[in-house]
């Protein structure tokens, strides 16, 4: 079996043949540098119909891509929301045109810290420019034009997808008819960048990370990252859930072993979970999206805060918050209601009831699943209807 | 749709914008929408109406009344519709102020306890009442404060809360309900709905 740090660079080299649009337009990033000429990696599934009005923009999370559904050809596994997205489920991929992009800051195709810097020929690592939420919107924007897209029917995407969701509707609110922000919120909190900094502190801690720079000994930071991983999946789930699916169940064994091994099911699970993620993602993308998550405050960028973010807008919002949710909770969830009904707008807003915590976006969670495919078909008669006329 | 939507449809004039607290499936929604081109909300509790109505495509917030009534501004609806929960609410009085900040004006639509048939059922068999718009027993009814139209009408002027209208339902007819006929109307509405604010 090859090792892990090279299963990943294999992986990199399946990464040339999937599908890219060279974003020509110069990109002013909010931190002031320009990027031009840059890969922006796709994938879409169905098919746009004659009138155009079956788009469905998807926004993926921190540690997602844009293989939405069906088989990932990179890492051969399922798509991230193959509950969601597909023939037949709520975004049915027979009737909607699904689209979803790799963020820039990524690592599956699209422009990132692992990138061919054109100044030094060699992957930018902590050269890259620091990046926001509205950077990666903007830059996903374009890709709108090249596959002749006017107005999309929906936006949606959970957790940082949501907070993605969020701001193309503030920046470019002529450019969807719907909106679905689900598990997410409108500025990032003290405790969840105190979470995305452990993970951050954990992957700089690992020596082999070298300052970003061990892509050149073409080695991954893989004890870090892996740790940064295993801090994501503690914060997806909820007290209840973790108790109820490991308890203190023990790991293949009677007793324990009085060492240091993996005596509990869920310290084994941490740890297959936080070095199955070294195969497929790059520590510095980690570090890049994260910071892009953490600068996110959809207020800042609006004299006047959120409200001013969703005023004289005809786009239909559902909210969409996990009772069991601490990392985006319902009340960070309903503030977003809150402003869009004082800017007036039209809002929609359910809370499902589980135990699954933040994960519940990702699984087979039924009422979510139907509340999730009423609204987007229901859009999709209105939006026709409009269309229309 | 229930006679008492028609009434309440009635007072809502064509063009606003309408809250409707405990929209249910959202029919009263659906047809100001459709016959009166009125841009309507929702609030409702029940997380399959909330369902439904998503469903319908009319935007609904699942919440409760009680005590989520401080997300909407100040007048920011030119209607608020409350349709026959008052009584439900454990703290009526403060759930109506809040209808009166969030609406210019409001619509509120009672049970009327004060009704002849739920009058004789306690005066000659001593039992609480059950009709057919009171459908609970004592001990597994929603209503904590049951009222009476007059109730209603000098709660608001006691707290000096303009009463624009009063109309009684019963059955299939209406009639507007003055302090000159207050009495009467009382024993034989059985529905009262009050535009207020």
């Known amino acids: 079996m090859p090792s892990l740090a090279g299963l990943f660079f294999w992986m990199n080299s399946k990464i040339e043949n999937i599908k890219k649009f060279d974003v020509s337009k110069p990109l002013k990033l909010d931190c002031g540098k320009t990027i031009n000429n840059f890969p922006l990696a796709y994938e879409t599934y169905g098919k746009l119909n004659e009138n155009r009005d079956n788009a469905v923009l998807v926004f993926h999370a921190l540690t997602g891509d844009q293989f939405v559904t069906g088989k990932n050809p990179i890492t051969n596994k399922e798509g991230w929301w193959v509950t969601a997205v597909g023939p037949n489920k709520s975004i049915d991929t027979n009737k909607y045109f ?18 061919t810097n054109p100044d030094t020929n060699k992957p930018y690592g902590l050269d890259f420019p620091v990046i926001t939420i509205r950077d990666i919107v903007r830059a996903q924007e374009s890709l709108l034009e090249h596959l002749g897209i006017k107005k999309l029917l929906c936006v949606t995407g959970g957790s940082m997808g949501g907070m993605q969701v969020l701001q193309f509707c503030a920046t470019f609110p002529e450019k969807t008819f719907s909106a679905i922000p689900i598990a997410c919120s409108s500025s990032h ?121 969703f005023k004289n807008q005809k786009t239909k919002y559902l909210i969409i918050s996990f009772s069991s949710d601490w990392l985006y909770t319902t009340k960070e969830n309903k503030d977003i209601v809150i402003a869009l009904n004082a800017s007036g707008a039209d809002v929609s807003y359910s809370e499902i009831i589980t135990d699954k915590g933040h994960d519940s976006f990702l699984l087979n969670e039924p009422e979510f699943l139907k509340t999730l495919k009423s609204f987007i078909d229901s859009m999709h008669e209105k939006f026709k209807n409009e269309k229309r006329i | 749709m229930k006679k008492e939507f028609k009434v309440i449809a009635d007072l809502l004039p064509n063009n606003t914008r309408v809250l409707d607290i405990g929209c249910g499936d959202g029919s009263l929604m659906t047809f100001l929408r459709k016959e009166k081109n009125i841009e309507v909300r929702g609030l409702e509790l029940d997380k399959d109406n909330v369902q439904t109505c998503i469903h319908k495509g009319l935007p609904v917030i699942q919440g409760n009344a009680e005590t989520e009534l401080h997300q909407f501004p100040d007048q920011s609806f030119d209607y608020v519709v409350l349709s026959q929960t008052l009584q439900a609410f454990y703290d009526p009085e403060k759930v109506l102020r809040d209808l009166l900040r969030i609406g210019k004006s409001v619509v509120v639509s009672i049970p009327n306890f004060g009704y002849w048939k739920v009058r004789t059922k306690l005066l000659f068999f001593g039992e609480m009442p059950v009709t057919k718009t009171l459908p609970n027993t004592w001990y597994n009814t ?56």
């Not at chain 1, 992009?101 to 692992?114: E, R, Y």
């Not at chain 2, 139209?149 to 209406?174: A, H, P, S």
Request: proline share 2%; net charge positive; aromatic share 12%.
């Open chain 1, 98 to 115: 699904v689209i979803c992009a790799n963020v820039i800051g990524g690592c599956m195709g699209s422009l990132g810290p692992k990138s």
């Open chain 1, 189 to 309: 909190s003290a405790q969840n960048i105190a979470l995305n900094e452990l993970a951050r502190q954990a992957i700089m801690a690992d020596p082999i990370w070298d300052n970003g720079k061990y892509f050149l000994k073409n080695v991954q930071p893989k004890n870090g990252l892996a740790v940064a991983r295993m801090v994501g999946h503690i914060s997806y789930l909820s007290e209840k859930g973790m108790q109820e699916k490991f308890g203190r169940k023990l790991q293949e064994k009677a007793d324990y072993e009085f060492s240091f091994n993996a005596d509990f099911q869920v310290e084994s699970y941490l740890r297959h979970q936080g070095y199955a993620f070294v195969e497929r993602f790059d520590a510095n993308s980690i570090l890049y999206i994260t910071r892009a998550m953490d600068y996110f405050d959809l207020s800042k960028q609006f004299k006047g805060g959120l409200v001013e973010a």
């Open chain 2, 142 to 197: 929603p209503n904590l404060h049951m009222c009476t139209i007059k109730d209603l009408f000098n709660f608001c002027d006691e707290k000096n809360i303009e009463i624009k209208k009063v109309i009684g339902v019963n059955e299939n007819n209406t009639s507007f309900i003055k302090k000159n006929n207050l009495e009467i109307k009382n024993l034989f509405s059985k529905l009262g709905i009050f535009l207020i604010g």
